[in-house]
């Protein structure tokens, strides 16, 4: 396949050869297993794709940027090469890696106990043991300190109650790594908690939501109605949770930034190769410098995204605080995700609107990240409040 994914020098200046190398694997790797159909299939079906995270797990995948001491792998170089080789082929399936090895992986390994992480994360890094994460509710999106769901110790034990909203792959789920309130404080950050809600415990109910996109990996309610976890699986402090938490969210931001580059140079693809081919007026549309102007613009747009993306990763990998690139590299990958893909579908005409090709389905999906993950101009405050306090 040519692409410009694989031209190393884009990014030769951040990744030695192993890693560029471990990339590619991946791209290529991908290209057989998720196949347009089997993605069209699954996303038509609203089906897990079982076989495409099987040949993950298998790989080894998981494992990457766990520690080494529970068989982990590789760094966040790695990381962000292999997600956004990853979303190239489906998007989906990038964020289910990301909730699972990120958000939980990342919160048990450096806030869990010793026991939570000799037990949980050997089979995540098999993947064996898949995880969602609850923090949204129906009144606390942004604000999401503002949550409502209640975490009442009593004994060894802490019965939850309450909603969550908007949670990826909780119905495939084994633990749901939930956000409630244990106190009642006068800083809202403080008295949350981190508790790991095994799926098959009584009084939990999971409801799969009808989205826009992202259909391979559902977005699930999560009802907690007295739900009792023993205190040993709090990950964090009692109390301190959300605070301690935040360690993993710079992770989450370059992550999600990876995942719309590779989308977004999916998206570019499928549009140059159409607009090559497509004749009107005698010449092909490419042809007309109103459109070459736009592929021009696009390109350069997912390059620009992707050198984001990739200077925040080698600062987390040479472990300098990386906030506010971290929220860069989020925000404008996902502006340039929704512009690309509105201007890929724009290119391709009545058949970019057609359910036939993938561009209506990067059109739904970008659109999602500029959502979660911490909505855009959640990212636009964090960037802004530095630019303004320095
Ligand atoms: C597909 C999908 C998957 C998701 N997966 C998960 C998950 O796994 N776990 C989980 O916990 N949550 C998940 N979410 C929820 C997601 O984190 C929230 O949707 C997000 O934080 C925004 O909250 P909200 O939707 O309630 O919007 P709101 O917070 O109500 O915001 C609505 C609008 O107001 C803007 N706004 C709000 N406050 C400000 C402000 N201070 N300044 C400027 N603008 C502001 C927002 O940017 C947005 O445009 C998911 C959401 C989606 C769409």
């Excluded at 620009?304 to 040479?318: E, F, I």
């Excluded at 959502?371 to 320095?390: C, K, Y």
Aim: proline share 3%.
């Amino acid at each position: 396949m040519q692409s410009k994914f694989l031209d190393r020098n884009d990014i030769a200046p951040y990744l030695n050869e192993e890693q560029l190398e471990f990339r590619e694997v991946v791209f290529r790797a991908l290209e057989k297993q998720a196949t347009p159909e089997y993605l069209r299939e699954c996303d038509e079906h609203k089906a897990f794709p079982e076989k495409l995270i099987k040949f993950v797990a298998d790989q080894g995948w998981f494992a990457v940027t766990l520690p080494e001491q529970y068989d982990g792998v590789g760094g966040y170089l790695e990381m962000v090469g292999m997600l956004e080789a990853m979303a190239y082929y489906s998007s989906a399936l990038a964020r289910y890696w990301n909730i699972n090895v990120n958000m939980v992986g990342g919160a048990i390994c450096s806030i869990g106990s010793l026991e939570l992480r000799e037990k949980l994360i050997p089979p995540l890094a098999a993947g064996k043991n898949f995880f969602a994460f609850a923090l949204s509710e129906n009144g606390s999106g942004s604000d999401a300190a503002s949550l409502q769901t209640t975490g009442k110790v009593d004994g060894d034990d802490i019965v939850l109650n309450g909603t969550k909203m908007w949670i990826t792959g909780a119905n495939r789920a084994n633990h749901i790594l939930t956000a409630c309130r244990t106190a009642k404080m006068e800083n809202k950050q403080a008295g949350i908690s981190l508790v790991l809600v095994p799926s098959d415990s009584n009084g939990l109910k999971i409801n799969p939501i009808d989205m826009l996109g992202g259909h391979l990996i559902r977005t699930c309610e999560v009802v907690l109605d007295n739900v009792k976890v023993p205190t040993s699986m709090m990950v964090g402090d009692l109390h301190k949770g959300w605070m301690q938490l935040l360690s993993v969210l710079a992770k989450e931001r370059i992550a999600l930034g990876a995942i719309c580059v590779g989308a977004m140079q999916a998206a570019f693809d499928l549009a140059l190769g159409y607009t090559k081919e497509r004749k009107q007026f005698g010449k092909s549309i490419a042809s007309f410098q109103i459109n070459s102007h736009k592929l021009a613009d696009m390109q350069t747009s997912i390059d620009a995204s992707r050198l984001l993306v990739y200077r925040g990763a080698r600062l987390l990998a040479d472990g300098i605080p990386c906030n506010i690139q971290s929220s860069q590299a989020k925000y404008f990958g996902a502006d340039t995700y929704m512009k690309v893909a509105t201007d890929a579908l724009q290119l391709m005409g009545a058949n970019g609107y057609s359910m036939e090709y993938a561009a209506q389905r990067h059109f739904r999906e970008a659109k999602l990240f500029q959502i979660f993950g911490g909505t855009n101009e959640i990212q636009r405050n964090i960037v802004a409040r530095d630019l303004i306090s320095n």
